[in-house]
Each structure stands twice: as structure tokens, then as C-alpha cells.
């Protein structure tokens, strides 16, 4: 069965850095593209970026192009992201799947609070 387990999250500074890592199992991982999504209580999922099978090629909200940093580890099953110059409206919990899926994980909080 398809499972992902998010971690890394916390509670940092404004203009802090954190690194999530998402470990994924239950398919063959290398064969997807994948994203990460975060939530604030009230509003809508976002969809933050994606990445390509081979990592050869990521997309990113308009909010988080040039602070965030999307990669993966395909012989680790492990998709990540790289968060600098973290802002307040960055809180959320962070979620990553693969487009379509029907599944999700717990996610990881990420509160940015000084």
C-alpha cells in the first residue's frame, strides 16, 4: 500500500531554514513525479512544488520561488525540500504525494514565529 511519512518540520525565527524529508513506500517510486503541499487550518491545500521522475526538472509557487528547494534521492525513495528565508505566512503542515494520488500521510508542522 502506498505510504508517505513526513518529518523535519518545527518551530523556527523568521528568515530561519528548515530541510523536510519525505520517505515514500508502497510503489515504485522512481517512476512518478512528486510534490509537496502544505495546509493552514481554514483554507485550501496549496500545491508548493513539484519535481520529475529523474529530478530533471521542478516547479514552484509563485510565494516560495527562490526561498524553497525542491529535490529527491530516487535510490532512497526520499523526496525533500529545502526551506530558507522562512516567512510567518510559511506556517502550515506540509504534505508530499504524488499528483492524484488518493493517499496522504500525517504531514510535518512547520511554524515560523518569533
Known amino acids: 500500500q502506498v505510504q508517505f511519512v513526513e518529518s523535519g518540520g518545527g518551530l523556527v525565527q523568521p528568515g530561519g531554514s528548515l530541510r523536510l524529508s519525505c520517505s515514500a513506500s508502497?510503489?515504485?517510486?522512481?517512476?512518478?513525479?512528486m510534490s509537496w503541499y502544505r495546509q493552514t487550518p481554514g483554507k485550501e491545500r496549496e500545491l508548493v512544488a513539484s519535481i520529475s521522475d529523474t529530478g530533471g526538472s521542478t516547479n514552484y509557487a509563485d510565494s516560495v520561488k527562490g526561498r524553497f528547494t525542491i529535490s529527491r534521492d530516487n535510490a532512497k525513495d526520499t523526496l525533500y525540500l529545502q526551506m530558507n528565508s522562512l516567512k510567518a505566512e510559511d506556517t502550515a503542515v506540509y504534505y508530499c504525494?504524488?499528483?492524484?494520488?488518493?493517499?496522504w500521510g500525517q504531514g510535518t508542522q512547520v511554524t515560523v514565529s518569533s
Open positions: 504525494n504524488k499528483p492524484w494520488s488518493v493517499y
Open positions: 508502497g510503489f515504485t517510486f522512481s517512476s512518478y513525479a
